[in-house]
């Protein structure tokens, strides 16, 4: 895809557009018996990236947030999203057709319970809800009085005329010396987890999960590299891959001979009445696998065994080969970071730079690194008012110039076959507010309790996310977005299980990789952000009478070091501050030009020098 075509406004054609959408999809329903229907942002794997043809939800209601539901009823409809995405929603849809609910007033299920007529039936496609997520609808129905009923086909795919095909990328290994193990060693890994669970089958749905057990790469979706597609490991026996047979290169199925079966994904459900036949107990992924697959096997007479997909823990700990690969990626990624940060401390004072500039520049820096595979994710690129929606997407019509006295949060990534970069960056551009170096130097302060933490063993991400906020607690503030997520190695810049949040509830292990983004949004004023990616590692400490861990920081460009007040950060603070932009000039400025060295130099010296 161009650089300019990613700011073309798909959803403001559905904006416009979204009254006569809303209207067909009620005559289906009508038409049908139905007194509603379900649109959750999702495909039929629930990816958090789904291909043109499943966004449904965008095309419905102008929406192109990365998480929402619509629930359009008779006379009414809403869009439920949470708080990363409130402002967004608001400016994106036709409220005049679909009310913005915010989750943390409401729930998608209470907002049914409260609005699906008594007697009404409330449809759904099997494919886009999970088993946990159905048994909330039905609850949601029948204390409407009403209830649920799965649709054969989905009613927006019936009046979205002119949907996308499915996408058909090809389908490569990934190389063994970047996976770090055989993918003949991980299946045996998964089948060492099924016999220790008694379990006969694992019906693979996540195709992150697919990617990683089998060292494949695809393209069917924006962001991740990715094929979509399904897959069945046995206990014992071959394991069998569903993917469209042209989308399989020569080399991936040289790669894949003797590892698994290839069929079309048409063969998957006889494949699935196949295990319950055979009477199996079988595995469907709790956070991935659609109803319409557990159905088909209990159908034919298997057990379901609804729970974690094994492959997601396993994935989530990087190996050795990984964790070298994510550390040459920053090094590279960070280069072309402190490039662009360079080029826009030159231009933004100016007044000359826009959102869209800014953020086609830094790809190209990227680009120019011929490393780059692709972004790893829209790239937020927010000035001023813009910068306090969280997960702002710009567009030619929202894109806006970088004005003298406003902040800059531009947040971005990167996919490189060797790693998934993630950062975050706030600048001031001219002079910035007292107040705005408050907020700033309060987020810092945030983040490097994170980056300095040492913890126990079994530690969650949920236990240490208050060590980013205090700093903004005290001060009566907070943000609404967890403090950070997993990321994984050249796959999804949003990996679980892990994850630093007030949710966050599986223990951080050595190998894994996570986003340290504490932040704070002032509505329509400023957005702040400080995010880098850290690696959990074991520490050794003195005297501990348990395994300790903590974190290395990966990421590596400066911090604008005229947003902090430094009477505001302890001497540990600021040394750890000094140390950090000490670490980011000595790896950096022989991998960037003479003028940026320069700019480096300048911009990560001590923060006492700075003052």
Excluded: C
């Amino acid at each position: 895809m161009s650089q300019t075509a990613r700011f073309q406004s798909f959803e403001d054609q559905s904006h416009r557009e979204g009254a006569a959408r809303i209207a067909a999809l009620r005559a289906a329903m009508v038409q049908r018996g139905f007194a509603g229907f379900v649109v959750p942002r999702a495909d039929e794997h629930q990816s958090e990236y789904v291909p043109p043809n499943a966004e449904r939800l965008a095309w419905l209601t102008g929406f192109t947030g990365s998480a929402g539901t619509a629930v359009v009823l008779a006379d009414k409809a809403a869009l439920v999203v949470d708080g990363r995405y409130t402002l967004q929603a608001e400016e994106q849809v036709d409220t005049g057709v679909v009310t913005p609910v915010p989750l943390a007033e409401t729930s998608v299920e209470a907002w049914i319970e409260a609005n699906l007529p008594a007697g009404g039936v409330l449809a759904y496609d099997p494919w886009l809800h999970t088993p946990d997520g159905l048994s909330r609808l039905e609850r949601a129905a029948k204390g409407a009085g009403g209830r649920v009923e799965a649709t054969p086909l989905n009613l927006v795919d019936l009046v979205w005329i002119d949907r996308p095909a499915a996408p058909r990328a090809p389908v490569v290994p990934h190389p063994e010396n970047l996976a770090g193990e055989a993918a003949s060693a991980k299946l045996a890994r998964v089948r060492d987890a099924l016999a220790k669970a008694r379990l006969d089958a694992l019906v693979v749905s996540d195709p992150h999960n697919l990617a990683w057990a089998f060292n494949l790469r695809g393209g069917d979706v924006a962001h991740t590299p990715i094929a979509l597609g399904y897959a069945v490991i046995p206990r014992e026996g071959v394991a069998r891959l569903f993917l469209e047979p042209e989308k399989v290169t020569d080399e991936a199925a040289r790669a894949l001979n003797g590892l698994a079966e290839r069929d079309e994904p048409g063969a998957l459900p006889a494949a699935l009445d196949a295990l319950g036949t055979a009477k199996a107990r079988v595995r469907v992924d709790a956070a991935t696998g659609a109803v319409a697959l557990g159905r088909r096997i209990t159908a034919a007479g298997g057990t379901l065994d609804v729970g974690p997909d094994p492959i997601t823990a396993m994935k989530a700990v990087k190996n050795a080969a990984e964790i070298d690969g994510a550390r040459a990626a920053h090094r590279r990624d960070g280069a072309a970071v402190t490039r662009f940060l360079a080029w826009l401390a030159r231009e933004a004072p100016g007044g000359g730079v826009s959102e869209i500039d800014a953020a086609v520049t830094l790809e190209a820096f990227r680009a120019e690194t011929n490393a780059l595979r692709e972004i790893a994710f829209p790239t937020i690129s927010g000035s001023g008012p813009n910068g306090a929606i969280v997960h702002y997407r710009v567009t030619r019509g929202t894109d806006r110039r970088v004005q003298p006295g406003e902040l800059f949060l531009i947040d971005s990534g990167a996919q490189y076959g060797d790693g998934t970069t993630d950062i975050t960056r706030t600048v001031a551009v001219g002079t910035p507010s007292a107040e705005m170096r408050d907020r700033f130097t309060r987020v810092l302060k945030g983040h490097i309790a994170i980056a300095t933490a040492v913890f126990p063993r079994g530690t969650t991400g949920a236990q240490i996310d208050a060590f980013a906020r205090r700093p903004l607690w005290e001060a009566g503030l907070d943000f609404d977005h967890g403090t950070g997520h997993g990321v994984g190695a050249f796959l999804s810049v949003h990996e679980g299980p892990q994850r630093i949040a007030k949710t966050g509830t599986a223990a951080l292990q050595p190998g894994m990789i996570v986003s340290n983004e504490p932040g704070y949004y002032k509505t329509r004023a400023f957005g702040i952000r400080i995010e880098n990616l850290v690696l959990v590692e074991e520490r050794a400490m003195a005297g501990a009478e348990r395994p300790m861990l903590g974190f290395e920081t990966l990421t590596l460009a400066p911090f604008d070091l005229a947003l902090v007040v430094p009477d505001l950060l302890t001497p540990d603070e600021t040394a750890w501050l000094d140390a950090y932009h000490a670490r980011v000039r000595e790896t950096l400025a022989d991998l960037v030009d003479p003028e940026t060295r320069e700019w480096l130099i300048a911009a990560t010296r001590s923060l006492a020098a700075f003052a």
